[in-house]
């Protein structure tokens, strides 16, 4: 009887062992699986991720060929006055940014390269005071003789057969700065036209000044542009001179 015992004691211990296994066994296995889950999918969003990249590159490369070296050709003009291959050239002084605005525009319907001369001492606000009988600009325009520095006058115009030349009016003539510009370069051989922006003045005899200043060149009369002056209103005025 006592053996008896025993044996089921033990019969039920191994059914009690079996059943736990089988449980663990059980509950595991939804673990593993939303592991391996958690892991494809994590590993799909990173392919994607891949695929997303590469488009992006692919994208901006065919991007590139199709304007090739267009942000740099515009830097190296900007900064060394280098011809892109262009015959027009928009060289002009802009103290407020007015006169920048329409050369900008002239050089988007003529297809210009385009150069800003800059001052090697920028005028302030009180300089362009020409309320003050002592401002710097009053005492420039006071006197035909001065002829302020160009911190950055490399523009080459050797390959240009025309230039425009751009500048604001002050006290009915250009700056002094113009002058000094002129002076400095050969026109011979191409057509130079002149244009200012101005609150209410016209360009006057500015035009003939640097003209004469420069010494050679076939100087067209120009004229003032206002300063919100459309394109089509640019070429009409381009096409009035010819």
Not at 46 to 54: D, K, M, P, W, Y
Not at 195 to 205: A, D, E, K, V
Not at 207 to 224: I, V
């Amino acid at each position: 009887m006592k053996k008896l015992m025993i044996s089921m004691l033990a019969a039920l211990c191994m059914f009690g062992f079996t059943a736990c296994g089988n449980a663990d066994s059980s509950s595991s296995a939804p673990a593993e699986t939303a592991l391996q889950t958690q892991a494809a999918v994590q590993e799909t969003r990173a392919q994607q991720t891949e695929e997303s990249a590469g488009v992006t590159k692919a994208e901006q490369s065919d991007e590139e060929k199709a304007f090739p070296e267009q942000t740099e050709t515009q830097s190296q003009n900007a900064d060394t006055g280098e011809s892109t291959g262009a015959d027009t050239i928009v060289v002009y002084f802009s103290a407020t940014g007015t006169t920048k605005g329409v050369a900008e525009r002239i050089a988007g319907v003529t297809n210009a390269d385009i150069f800003e001369l800059i001052p090697a001492e920028p005028y302030s606000d009180a300089d362009l005071d020409w309320n003050d009988k002592n401002s710097r600009t009053t005492i420039e325009m006071n006197d035909p003789n001065v002829r302020p520095a160009i911190e950055n006058d490399t523009v080459n115009l050797d390959s240009y057969s025309t230039v425009y030349i751009g500048y604001p009016i002050w006290w009915g003539d250009a700056p002094r700065m113009m002058s000094t510009f002129v002076e400095a370069h050969d026109f011979d051989g191409k057509t130079v036209i002149p244009f200012c922006t101005s609150g209410g003045s016209s360009i006057g005899r500015s035009g003939e000044n640097l003209a004469s200043q420069a010494g050679s060149g076939n100087w067209l009369k120009g004229g003032r542009l206002e300063a919100g002056i459309s394109e089509s209103e640019i070429q009409d005025w381009i096409n009035s001179m010819n």
